[in-house]
């Protein structure tokens, strides 16, 4: 597997061929189906937007009314490729999809249980996410595998619980996405709604906000408005200058109400097409861009990272320009915690005790505490058929 800036360069060499850029979107649900929209407002004709699922007929009716949606707006240039009927057990119908395709871009918004915020089952039970991580990761290790088997070149973003899960295919030895997409994403855009307010300020994208979270700050400071008595890494400036706020005022502002549908899945789609769209305006447009990503290069947590397209060669790297690797990854292994997890280590997902003796009690299921990689599979089993089947 090619690190992340070889990824960049033979991405930027084909950019500046004008040749086709292939996005490949896995798993055509609601996330999928807004970030294909949204990339198809971009009226971009180098992009060819493949998508994949599991069931045809579907598959056809969201591809057709979308394409009629960007054809009434004048913005259909993109082409698009139906991969229908795809089965992500399968690894080998898998590998050959991306062998057909050679992707430059893999988007895995693939669930599988699908239609279900799992968070709607666990947060009021166990305050928690971490337990679903062997479900997220069902789906996403069988795609990275087929992609290590055709020596695939994408540059990979992955959907669900990135958190945990890019971290434990790293540590497990196994090709790993190259960036999550959601969480601290969605917490990210309150905090300037609310510095716009204070400061009168009407560009937003003046505000410059550093942040270093993982998944559980995000749910409890938009639910709750308060970082669980944790002093979590956070810089937020306008232009260069830095922000004077009152930091319970900050996070109690970020409660705004938000649907509880299918509709929320906006954010996590347009956290997907903010990487896709900064990475190529970085290379197109020879600039620097900071973006936030979970699980990004395999780091538990939530970190800031920046694509540089200001030198001859684009490159990327995580941004200490305010915060130290060391500072962002203690915060982040304390903010986990609370999600449930431990530790993410040679493999294994390690669930803190805390979470199992709340499984216990809430559920009356023993779940263990170590997860190794090889019982991905029927830990996941365990969860649909103990937690999630009977908490419909």
């Not at 950019?15 to 294909?36: H, Q, R």
């Not at 306008?238 to 004077?244: I, L, M, P, R």
Request: hydrophobic residues 40%; neutral net charge; aromatic residues 8%.
């Amino acid at each position: 597997m090619k690190n992340i800036n070889e990824k960049l360069a033979l991405l930027q060499g084909k950019i500046e061929n004008n040749s086709p850029i292939v996005i490949m979107i896995i798993g055509l649900g609601s996330v999928g189906l807004y970030l294909l929209d949204y990339l198809l407002s971009l009226s971009d004709p180098q992009l060819r937007i493949v998508v994949v699922g599991r069931n045809s007929e579907k598959m056809l009716k969201d591809v057709n009314i979308v394409k009629t949606a960007a054809t009434i707006r004048k913005q259909l240039q993109s082409k698009i490729f139906i991969e229908s009927e795809c089965d992500l057990d399968n690894i080998q119908a898998t590998s050959g999809i991306l062998s057909k395709h050679q992707p430059d871009f893999i988007i895995n918004s693939s669930r599988v249980y699908s239609g279900l915020k799992y968070g709607s089952i666990s947060w009021s039970k166990l305050r928690a996410y971490g337990v679903w991580t062997p479900l997220s990761m069902r789906y996403a290790k069988n795609i990275m595998e087929a992609y290590e088997q055709v020596d695939c070149d994408a540059i990979t973003i992955n959907t669900s619980y990135s958190d945990a899960v890019i971290p434990w295919l790293k540590s497990a030895g196994k090709s790993f996405f190259d960036f999550g997409s959601g969480n601290l994403n969605h917490l990210i855009p309150r905090m300037k709604f609310y510095i716009a307010d204070k400061m009168c300020i009407d560009n937003l994208n003046n505000i410059d906000v550093t942040l270093a979270v993982s998944h559980f700050h995000d749910v409890v400071i938009s639910k709750e408005g308060h970082a669980e008595g944790e002093n979590i890494l956070l810089d937020i400036r306008y232009q260069g200058e830095k922000c004077n706020y009152d930091t319970k005022d900050l996070l109690r502002s970020c409660m705004i109400p938000m649907p509880v549908d299918q509709k929320r899945n906006m954010m996590n789609a347009s956290s997907n097409f903010d990487i896709i769209y900064s990475i190529l305006d970085a290379i197109r447009n020879h600039k620097k861009i900071k973006l936030h990503s979970p699980g990004a290069q395999g780091e538990i947590g939530g970190y800031p990272y920046i694509i540089d397209g200001t030198k001859q060669k684009v490159t990327s790297y995580f941004d200490t320009t305010i915060f130290s690797m060391e500072e962002m990854r203690q915060i982040n292994m304390k903010s986990i915690y609370f999600d449930g997890i431990e530790n993410v280590v040679n493999g294994s997902l390690c669930y803190t005790k805390e979470l199992a003796g709340k499984v216990k009690d809430t559920f009356s299921v023993d779940l263990p505490l170590v997860v190794n990689f090889e019982d991905i599979d029927p830990v996941s089993q365990l969860i649909v058929a103990k937690i999630i089947m009977p908490n419909l």
